[in-house]
């Protein structure tokens, strides 16, 4: 194991690859998950090319209908569970420390098997195409058809331990980032000066610690079901389906907060820096995150109107959706605020900002549509639904990712992206994905239900399905520029400095990249803002010291055999109760030698 | 776990423990995770369709033996926790023990009472209450086993040294978090499943 | 254009225009969205109607939403992007603003509850007295239709009587499938150990079946698992069911009377009810007592007449992919007597 | 949650002395006797629920408060722990209701026998 590492004297005997995978730096783990959670994106995006490409015209002939169905499952488990999550996890890695002004969040080695067991839930969720056995009952895998009967292959078996093993990689990033924010902050961070950013990273984290356990009890049920012969699920014994169902979606509904939430938090972090002032109505923002976050736990059956929930719970559950577009019209109208009065720098940043602002409602007043009850009743099921869920997914959460990307990547690299040709991309990627999921609406309006592989030429759907696939291709070429600007850009010298933008955030104080202990001196805060702050009361930045002791968590190897053990036991209980055990041989071994190991 | 986790020992803003305050998120998320599987057997009650039923099954005296078990290894934790925090190194130790065997004690009960049941014609598959029984006493068992374990290996860890620090002290008190949260996850299993007729 | 002046004036009209004329064209294809033949915004009964008077209410709200944050979005684009010389407001906040930015969405959500609580209590409520009782079963993937009044069961072909409320019992007999209408009632799901309720009352009768699609995925063939709707006359309907309810027609030809033999010893019977045949009176598939006077086949994905049935009975899962009507390597000479047969029941 | 800052904790200290402990264990037993005591009893239903109810609660928030020390600790950790335990517990009777007054007929809860799953015609 490598000795202490400060500021000087890295010892350099190790592998680059050893190195990565036995980092604990918050930011090395954060750029593998980029890595990682963009790698699933293409995945993802090339399964739904596939698929917009199978409907781009009436009795499509290039997917059979079970492949089509593996597609497009696959397809949402990738985007929501690889993809955007683990980008999430991403920046809440690279930059809660650097924005609560920490050394690394508060358990490095958990930090690092997170990633390692969020990688194994992915593979093992993956690999399931290598047996052509992909999970293929929606992403919400309603029973009983994922009960053993009538998906009678392994591919419901993969989903649910490919979601448990996830489920724990997030269970465990998110006690870890919990407690970061509330216990590692530099003097001076109170609560109520957290940027945005961290707020919504906390109510996310807070999310998932009181979601994951409902959704992991459910599918050790389904997975019960399946292997043991209970009935949960099953009206075999007196078991119930719409059980199911209530347990998926009361982690369903704040997973999908969990998506919107760190991208709501990126725009917040955006749009006052290119404005070039405060962010308008801090309070009232940071209130109706916590709002949404409260909010989102009691909404849930409105993914079940149609299942003959009873008047009064539409009733309720309606009213309860419907109050959730107050918080999330508060947090629009104060980015708008924001605008207002600005001296905007149009970079591609803002325009992806500007973009998240004007495409994110347009998919949550069709969301506030469906939740009336009777309207979401012509709604469920229908392409208007796959429009609604595009719009807050793609159009809110990707819109806001890529807009992290651009206005952080100067920090993570020291480089910055090329503006030309990331304003181009932009424009591919906003134009394409309103040619594809605009016209879903019409969709859903003349009729057509989702999960269909094909339909009918005479029904009208034929013109706006193909305008759609259209849309998709032009979303490929924009993501491709994307990809390539990234490419060119990583081969340039690093010149952007410390603070290209004029950054409010600490992030903003420390190099660019950061070193590993990310601040010489822990900096004081006296402000929302604290480097507008200092630069209005001529703070000056604290001198760096002479002689800097800083003990940083060395490397370690555990957390990846315990990623490995736990994988094993993930893989065992898809074959055979061997490797299972042989997981829990390793697992224990790792826990002996992490539990032993010297962190100094 | 057993040895000093330093990396975490800095101040921190609220001056908690960063692991003790781990552990209570920990277990708040346990909460739903406890109530969920809660649920489920509160919602399959009365919906078996054929026998054995809980008023065929359920074995109140022998239950309430075990759950004072659970409740005693409650009280010799809290012991362990103080022997921990008082420095007073033998009386951690054999609380700690006294804890396990309790423990263990309880767990026997389980694996006794599971195959008194199977024996009786309920398993897994038989009916909802089979399932959501099985599903929701299971899982308190596994957690209860994986105390056992943690205790164990504090006591291990312990063995090896003869002066406790403000550390050492820390991490049974944490572990006594864990094990007293299962033992209320009891508290209310016992209510629901075995008392309320 | 700019934050003040003139500028100012050519940034609102321009945002304006250019809003205006998105939500113009949009509103065009959504009207001639509309109009298509499975469209959700043709209301033709009761139901539909409670739903769509909401609808409107929610959808002009909505479109009101979407108009507001456009403008403002590029209007505020493009008044406050960076210019030479500006200085950017320093603000945090407006308090009285802030109270007007919810009390404002409160409103309008309040205008969307109010006819959605209408709405939900006329289409949850009990169906009138004297409605027609139909049972609807969702099967992998085709829908049976009882109506135990006339002790008719026919398959994804529902007829009912205009101006007559029909009250519809759902029940799913394998996994959950869904009973939409759109343009005659909104869906309610079919979930196996449950059964569900839904009412409508058709307006007019029309010759035109209403189209209608399973709205819960539920395996391979979910695409091809519809149905159609004939709201009749009453005088019509009454017709109908006489006929329906009656035993089926003896197959008149040669070959169709083949096709009967053939029927029973390919093991049709095992699966297929026929009534008046005492040994056809399988349960597995569909009734095809009067499968000839049906206008499709396979549940609504095949028009009925004898080519059609010739391909379905060649290799069913090659139609429906994963059909639970199995491959029975008929020769050529036995399904031209099956159809024949089949297309004989009248 | 989190909403200003919190520094120490009340200022009630732990119990000091082993007595106390076993004092707070004895209690807990008895109330378990009566617990079972009550079970036995023929008290009408309704009553005796919320009595067992009321009385495993007791020993819920004893447990937690002395055993687990939360009544000592900084309130933040009361504020997280309670946020989740609430938040169960109204999760808990949001769905207990909302299958108990099903309105779907469901069959879960029809007497043995009767009727399985949908009707075989
Ligand atoms: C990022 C993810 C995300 C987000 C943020 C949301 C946000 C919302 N969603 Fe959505 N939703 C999904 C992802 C998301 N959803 C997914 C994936 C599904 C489908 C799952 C599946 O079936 O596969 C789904 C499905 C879904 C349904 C079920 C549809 C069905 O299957 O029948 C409903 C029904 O109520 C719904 C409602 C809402 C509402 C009311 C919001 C609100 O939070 C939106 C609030 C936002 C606004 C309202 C806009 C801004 C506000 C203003 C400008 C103020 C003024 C406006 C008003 C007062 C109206 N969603
Ligand atoms: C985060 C979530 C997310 C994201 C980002 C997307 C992105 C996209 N989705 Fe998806 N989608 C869902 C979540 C998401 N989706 C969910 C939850 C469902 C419901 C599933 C269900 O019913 O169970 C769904 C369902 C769904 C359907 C409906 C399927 C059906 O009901 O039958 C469709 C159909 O068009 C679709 C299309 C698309 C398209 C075209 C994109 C595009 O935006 C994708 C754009 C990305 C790319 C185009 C990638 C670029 C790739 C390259 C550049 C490859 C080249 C590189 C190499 C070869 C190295 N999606
Ligand atoms: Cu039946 Cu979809
Ligand atoms: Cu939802």
Redesign the interface.
Known sequence: MATAVGTVGHTHEESTVWKWLTTVDHKKIGVLYLVTGFAFFLIGGIEAVLIRTQLAVPNGTVL???LY?QLFTMHALTMIFLAIMPMGAAFFNYFIPLHIGARDV????LNALSYWVLLSGGLILTSSFLFGEAPD??WFA?A??TDET?SPNKGLDFYTVGLVVAGLAS?MSS??F??TI????APG????RLPVYMWMTFVVA?LL??????I???L??LY?DRN?????F??????????WQ??FW?FGHPEVYVLILPSMGIVSEVLPVM??????????IVMAG?AIGVLG??VW?HHMY??????V???VF??ST??I??PT??K???W??T????????TTATYYS?GF??LF??GG??G??H????????????YFIVAHIHYVLFGGAIMGIFSGLFYWFPKMTGRLLDETWGKIGFWFLFVGMNLTF??M???????????????DA????DT?NFVATIGVYILVVGILLFMLNVFMTLRKPATAGDDPWGGATLEWATSSPPPEHNFDVVPVVRDRDPLWYNRDHNIPMPERPAHLHIHM?PPSYFPLVLGIGILLIGVGALSSLAITALGVVVAYYA??G??????? | MAAAHAETQHHTTTGIDNRKLLMWIFLASECLFFGSLISTYLIFRGDSIVGPLPADLLDIPLTSTSTFVLLMSSLTMVLAVFGAQHNRLGLMKGMLLATIVLGLVFLGFQVYEFRHFAHLGLNLGTNQFGASFYLLTGIHGTHVGVGVLYLASLLVASARRNGLGKEAALHVDIAGLYWHFVDIVWIVIFTLIYLIP | MGRSGPGRIIAIVFSGAVVGVLSYLLYLAFADSANTPQSTWMPMSDNTDNIHAVYQVVFYLAAAVFILILFLTLLFTLMFREREGAVAQQFHGNSKLEVLLVGVPVLIVVAMMVPSFKAIAQNTADPPKGALEVVAIGHQWWFEFQYPEFGITTANELHVPAGRAVSVTLKSNDVIHSFWVPQLVGKVDMVPGHTNHLWFTPDTARDEAYLAQCAEFCGASHANMRFRVFVDTEAKFSDWTKATAADAAKPASELAKAGEQQFTASGCIGCHTVKGNPLAQGKAGPNLTHIGSRTTIASGILPNSAEPMHKWLANPPAVKPGSKMPNLALTEEQIQKLTAYLESLK | MVGHEMQHGGEEHPPSTIRQYVMTGVILTVITVVELFLSYSSLPHGLMVSLLIGLSAVKFVIVVAIFMHLRFENGLLTRLFMFGLVLAACILLALVSLFWNDGTDAVGGIPAGQEQSAPKH
């Open positions: 059979d209908a079970g169905n508060a358990f490095p080695r009952g929606g309603y009983p058809l009538f269970l006690l870890n919990a407690v509330i216990n590692m902050r961070m109170t609560m109520m807070f610690i009181l979601s994951l356990p409902v992991t009890v459910a050790l049920q019960f043991f012969g209970t009935h949960f099953t009206p075999g014994t007196g078991g119930d389906p719409i059980l209530h347990l009361v404005s070039r002032k405060p962010l308008f109505g801090y309070t009232a916590a736990f009691g059956s149609t299942t003959g929930l009873g008047t719970p539409q009733y309606s009213a419907m109050a577009g107050v019209g508060v629009v109208f104060n708008l605020g605008m207002y009065g600005g001296n905007i720098r149009m500007i602002i004007a409602t347009i007043i069709s506030v549509m939740a009336s009850p009777p309207v979401d009743g012509q709604h469920q099921d229908s605009f016209p609406h019409f969709l859903g309006l003349a009729g057509m239900p989702r999960r269909i592989y094909t339909y005479d029904l009208g759907w706006w968590p826990v002996w992490w539990a032993l190991e010297p962190t100094e």
